[in-house]
């Protein structure tokens, strides 16, 4: 079978195991140079961790360009910049993720191969961690320098939609997002990150067979516009907009997020005139194509920024939760000298010395009273005794211990100005 999905950044085929076309979209890795081939180590030994892998060529991606991926054992490729723990949440290219656990199997293996034009990330012969039974699953992710993307599946020995996502997410298809980072005021030098997912791809996990494949076309976005009149004028189901001062052609929603609300283009874009004439000689590959608005979701992933070096994760999450907070001190992070973080500054220490100085009345009034306590006859004890309230309630005291046993008694009589208890 095939099928055309349009997923508006992207669209899909689908091919079945009798299509002669999911077996050309196959890569026999085994049959390429060995040299070119690497086997990874690491990842072929041990369960939920991922390692960084240089591209040699520049990989389109959401209309980004990438130079690097991290791929992970559980059957996915990161493509974010920040590595976090919850690489499972968002920025991912997943041919089929799952718990799988190449430690398990002499067999499995983590390999790729990259020939300058397109990069094949393969997990051969895994099994899941928590069912080792269910047998051993091939496939493939191949990445292209057009931006494609294919899924090529060579060994599903059960239902995709079987598989079990209690310890581990179970997903196919594509997602990325945009990171913000906000400073926080009340803490110095630190940043709290905060990843927007704004699009993702859901393929049909019933349509992975054996020999079965996925195809994802690239369409066009705002990003490859290098000038106002085409960017203001383009039909391609966005709204794009024009920011001179970045000299950047955007919808809003993309990895640039940060930069383009920084730098007011959100309030330039509400202006679609053009400094210069309206020039539209440049034409958009698959101009033809025309798409119908997209509504965009929102998915969160709070951080708070670490570290300016980043550490690859030990562990994946356990379960898809995209909002969590992980609160680690940036060492490394500026510091802004605007006369808001100032004042707050001050308040701060101011805040610090007020506790200081509260703390040593308190500390000195303690050992007053302790002083006044065991020297009854001073002058301190004495002037306050003077001016004591006409009756005090009587207090009941532990024998030798010299300190109340806070439970007061009814008065039953004073003498001399000392407060006495028939238990005295």
Known sequence: ??????????????YGPYDSTSRDLWVNIDQMEKDKVKIHGI??????????VNLSFDFPFYGHFLREITVATGGFIYTGEVVHRMLTATQY???LMANFDPSVSRNSTVRYFDNGTALVVQWDHVHLQDNYNLGSFTFQATLLNDGRIIFGYKEIPVAVTQIS????????GLSDAFVVVHRIQQIPN???RTIYEYHRVELQMSKITNLSAVEMIPLPTCLQFTSCGPCVTA??????SWCSKLQRCSSGFDRHRQDWVDSGCPEES???ICEKNIDTTETPPHSTTTLLPTTTKFRVLMTTRGSTTSHLPTSLPTEDDTKIALHLKDNGASTDDSAAEKKGGTLHAGLIVGILVLVLIVAAAILMTIYMYHHPTSAASLFFIERRPSRWPAMKFRRGSGHPAY?????VGEKEGFIVSEQC
């Not at 990842?43 to 960084?52: C, D, G």
């Not at 439970?407 to 008065?411: D, F, G, I, L």
């Open 270 to 272: 509400k202006d679609k």
């Open 235 to 240: 039909q391609i189901g966005f709204n794009c």
């Open 165 to 172: 996502s209690t310890n581990h997410p179970v997903k196919v």
């Open 190 to 192: 630190v940043r709290r």
């Open 1 to 14: 079978f095939q099928e055309d999905t349009d997923h508006n950044y992207y669209t899909s085929r689908t």
């Open 93 to 95: 290219i997943a041919p």
């Open 43 to 52: 990842l072929s030994n041990t369960h939920r961790q991922a390692a960084r």
């Open 407 to 411: 439970a007061e008694v009814e008065p």
